[in-house]
């Protein structure tokens, strides 16, 4: 799919990927609402594309786990710009480390993570299906194909986030309905630093399990990759190669990649 003339929606656009989104997508000649929690973050991104691509893009505060939330972002996107083409569930949070997260810790990793993707899907899909065409583009998480050190909360909703754009995919995917997933590794952003910065050794070792395994990539290689896996139409956005490679030794022999990651672990967290 060619994204000139589309319309979009970009959660978790203040910034990181989602930012990096909204500058690719209106170079290529779409136009973007702007959506993120941080309704000043969000406002600020809309202005600066707008400033290199006039009457792009309109930013809008929102809080995505809110299916109310959503609907007001396809309303905007309908007046100002037409019906939605294009949606990508960007926002996420890195969660709370160990068991000791709370209900409230998962119920708010689910919601962000993971039913932020449902509900949009939900008010989309049946649109895109009475016109014939849509494209959906999840952001998972390389944690999603593989695991995450330190936050089974991000871990979890990561991997269920891969198995519902998966879901979409098989379900609608002859139907005119596009689904790509994006699973990165470590991409220079807030999210990236969350856990070093928090002063639990569980959240150090998450940060560093990610800035160890590979680049640390700039949120704007990340978009071109997945403008060019959307052209292309393909699933599976890997911006880091090595984690394809990762995912086949992992479902080649289970329990020896289970066995290498509590080694792995251990060099980061001595005594876990």
């Not at 702007?34 to 290199?52: G, H, K, Q, T, Y």
């Not at 807030?190 to 856990?195: D, I, P, R, S």
Request: glycine letters at 12%; a negative charge.
């Amino acid at each position: 799919m060619k994204v000139a003339q589309r319309v979009a929606i970009v959660t978790g656009g203040g910034g990181g990927i989602g930012g990096a989104l909204a500058a690719r997508l209106a170079s290529e000649g779409a136009k973007v609402v702007v959506a993120d929690l941080d309704e000043a973050a969000a406002r600020a991104v809309a202005a600066s594309v707008n400033a290199e691509h006039p009457g792009s893009a309109v930013g809008s505060g929102a809080d995505v786990s809110d299916t109310s939330a959503i609907q007001r972002l396809i309303s905007l996107a309908e007046s100002e710009f037409g019906p939605v083409d294009l949606y990508f569930a960007n926002a996420g949070i890195s969660g709370a480390p160990g068991l000791e997260a709370t209900e409230g810790d998962w119920d708010l990793s689910i919601d962000v993570n993971l039913r932020a993707h449902i509900r949009a899907a939900q008010l989309l899909v049946p649109q895109w299906l009475e016109r014939g065409e849509g494209y959906f583009v999840s952001t998972a998480s390389a944690a999603g194909l593989l695991t995450q050190i330190g936050s089974a909360t991000y871990s979890v909703t990561k991997h269920a986030a891969v198995g519902f754009a998966e879901w979409l995919n098989v379900t609608y995917g002859d139907r005119g309905i596009r689904v790509s997933c994006l699973c990165p590794m470590g991409v220079n952003t807030k999210l990236l630093y969350e856990g070093e910065e928090s002063g639990d050794a569980r959240g150090v070792a998450a940060t560093r399990a990610v800035t160890s395994a590979g680049d640390v990539l700039e949120p704007a290689q990340v978009a071109d990759d997945v403008l060019a896996a959307m052209d292309e139409e393909r699933f599976l956005i890997l911006p880091h190669a090595e984690v394809l490679e990762m995912y086949r030794r992992k479902g080649a022999d289970y329990d020896r990649w289970l066995r290498g990651m509590r080694r792995f672990q251990a060099g980061l967290l001595p005594g876990a």
